[in-house]
């Protein structure tokens, strides 16, 4: 099993900006990508962006430009700078792992709230 813990989002005003950062732990080996994923409230689960063990990456369109995601400085963590937030930007965010063929895993998630 592979535990991914959230940390960061919260409350920020248009414009403005936040960072996400996510965690695995557990038997993290045959983990071929990280990414991220946001559901906002009555609207189904979409991709924010996926990061592959080779370093390429898939952004949705929405968020290209504004959001990076990086690797964090200890293994198996990543980060997500979000910039120029936008009311449309609100939903939960989860920290996807990917392993093997067919293993999705998910954190519990943590909100993102953009409002003046």
């Known amino acids: 099993q592979v535990q991914l813990v959230e940390s960061g989002g919260g409350w920020v005003q248009p414009g403005g900006s936040l960072r996400l950062s996510c965690a695995a732990s557990g038997r993290t080996d045959h983990i071929y990508a990280m990414g991220w994923y946001r559901q906002a409230q009555g609207k189904p689960r979409e991709l924010v962006v996926l990061?592959?063990?080779?370093?390429?990456?898939n952004y949705a369109d929405s968020v290209k430009g504004r959001f990076t995601v990086s690797r964090g400085s200890a293994e198996n963590t990543i980060n997500l700078s979000m910039n120029n937030l936008s009311p449309e930007d609100t939903a939960v965010y989860y920290c996807?792992?990917?392993?093997?063929?067919?293993?999705?895993?998910w954190g519990l998630g943590t909100q993102v709230t953009v409002s003046s």
């Open positions: 990061l592959t063990l080779s370093g390429s990456t």
């Open positions: 996807n792992a990917k392993k093997d063929v067919l293993n999705d895993y």
